[in-house]
């Protein structure tokens, strides 16, 4: 059986799943989007995936072409009809297909695709070694909270990272404070064993995923300070991670061929990824060794 995706109302052989040249995500990047693990065929966190899809349409004035219990009907019946037991889900909503001119077009109805892959976690190596990030130019809009399909900055940084055989970006504003990855958010331990990372504000995408380890650390009597650090701070500090739907809980030992504290990932970033794990288990039943 061939891939099945979806698009405005149908499912179609992937290659098949196309829209019109004249769609506002197409020609203006007028859309937003979501990724969304999925283990056992569960979706991991979706209540807080479709909370910040209802924000990021809200911010852009985009009306969902579904209800909300239709678009979690539509993302099982997409896994069933993939026979995926465990993935990533990709849902993009922009604003329709209508001539091309900047305003909004009237009576245009959202357009609405999704697409399953399989599971892109991190390799075995990447979390016992951790992996190295190097450093870019933050040069981003001022409104990084909405999930906007409008990725120039990120694509270009995060190739600059491939280029140079490093995991991720990290994006820096010109006082040298950083606010995220390119893909992902991150954090950083000090000295004290206090988990720093950048407040959920415009200048970052709030992460389900940072969202989800905040919460797990404050649990288990870690200490949680949100606000940024420099690049200065971050070198020296004793651990550094990044999280994301995609990466979990990722410990980073180099940044920009630094290392970070003993040069392996530290305890408070392994302790954090293992009840992150259990918080998946728990949600979908999966099992991680
Ligand atoms: N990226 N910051 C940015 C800029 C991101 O693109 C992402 C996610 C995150 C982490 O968000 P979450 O924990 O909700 O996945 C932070 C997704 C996975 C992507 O673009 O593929």
């Not at 993935?87 to 209508?98: D, F, H, K, N, S």
């Not at 599971?119 to 979390?127: F, G, L, N, R, S």
């Not at 893909?183 to 995408?205: F, R």
Request: hydrophobic letters at 40%; proline letters at 3%.
């Amino acid at each position: 059986m061939g891939k099945i995706s979806y698009v405005n109302g149908r499912y179609l052989n992937h290659r098949d799943a196309t829209v019109h040249i004249e769609d506002r995500g197409y020609q203006f990047s007028d859309g937003v989007y979501e990724v969304i693990a999925f283990y056992n065929r569960r979706l991991l966190d979706e209540d807080l995936h479709l909370q910040r899809l209802t924000r990021s349409l809200a911010a852009l004035h985009i009306i969902s072409p579904v209800h909300e219990n239709s678009l979690r009907f539509v993302m099982r019946e997409l896994i069933a009809r993939n026979n995926r037991v465990d993935g990533t889900l990709y849902m993009q909503i922009t604003r329709g297909v209508a001539k091309r001119d900047h305003p909004f077009p009237h009576a245009t109805e959202a357009s609405l695709v999704m697409a399953v892959t399989g599971p892109k976690m991190p390799k075995a190596k990447e979390i016992t070694e951790g992996v190295g990030v190097i450093t870019e130019p933050d040069l981003r809009w001022a409104r990084r909270d909405i999930k906007s399909i409008s990725l120039l900055p990120n694509i270009l940084a995060k190739q600059k990272a491939s280029l140079a055989g490093a995991r991720e970006a990290w994006l820096v504003d010109e006082a040298g404070m950083i606010s995220e990855g390119a893909v992902s958010n991150n954090a950083i331990i000090n000295a004290k064993n206090e988990l720093i990372t950048h407040a959920a504000d415009e200048h970052i995408l709030g992460g389900i995923t940072r969202d989800v380890v905040l919460n797990i650390a404050r649990k288990s009597g870690i200490k949680v300070i949100e606000r940024s650090f420099s690049l200065k701070e971050a070198k020296t500090a004793r651990e550094a991670f990044l999280t994301s739907t995609t990466s979990n809980v990722l410990p980073v030992t180099r940044i920009d061929g630094v290392a970070v504290g003993n040069g392996k990932p530290g305890p408070v970033t392994l302790k954090l990824l293992s009840l992150y794990h259990e918080h998946i288990y728990a949600q979908t039943g999966k099992q991680w060794n």
